[in-house]
């Protein structure tokens, strides 16, 4: 499976951004979805997760009510819909996809949940 995220520049302090992440290849074998960002000297860290067959969906609180995850199943592709951004958004994101079909807050919130990654998208956010 490879991913192809997209969709980064630069946001306002307050405004909007949507980033895409397509997945192509073996894509039958993936359950799940995932976003995370990294900020330098810092770990990645979860954003927020999907899960294919039912569309469920998690958030970190620190982008619950902000932020939507979407996924389009013809078009293998999931979305991040970021709002009422902040500067502290600023951060590379990743997308990432699981072949797991466990979605449980303790296990989708780890990096290691996740078998594929993709490149990762630069976000920044001016104040």
């Known amino acids: 499976v490879q991913l192809q995220a997209s969709g980064g520049g630069l946001g306002q302090a307050g405004g909007s951004l949507r980033l895409s992440c397509a997945a192509s290849g073996r894509t039958f074998s993936v359950k799940g979805m995932g976003w995370f960002r990294q900020t330098p000297g810092k770990e990645r860290e979860f954003v927020s997760a999907l899960r294919w067959s039912d569309g469920d969906t998690l958030y970190d609180d620190s982008v619950k009510g902000r932020f939507a995850i979407s996924g389009d199943n013809a078009k293998n592709t999931v979305y991040l819909q970021m709002s009422s951004l902040k500067p502290e958004d600023a951060a590379v994101y990743y997308c990432?996809?699981?072949?797991?079909?466990?979605?449980?807050?303790?296990?989708?919130?780890?990096?290691?949940?996740?078998?594929?990654w993709g490149q990762g998208t630069l976000v920044t956010v001016s104040s």
């Open positions: 990432a996809a699981s072949s797991s079909a466990l979605f449980s807050k303790f296990v989708v919130t780890s990096a290691k949940y996740y078998r594929y």
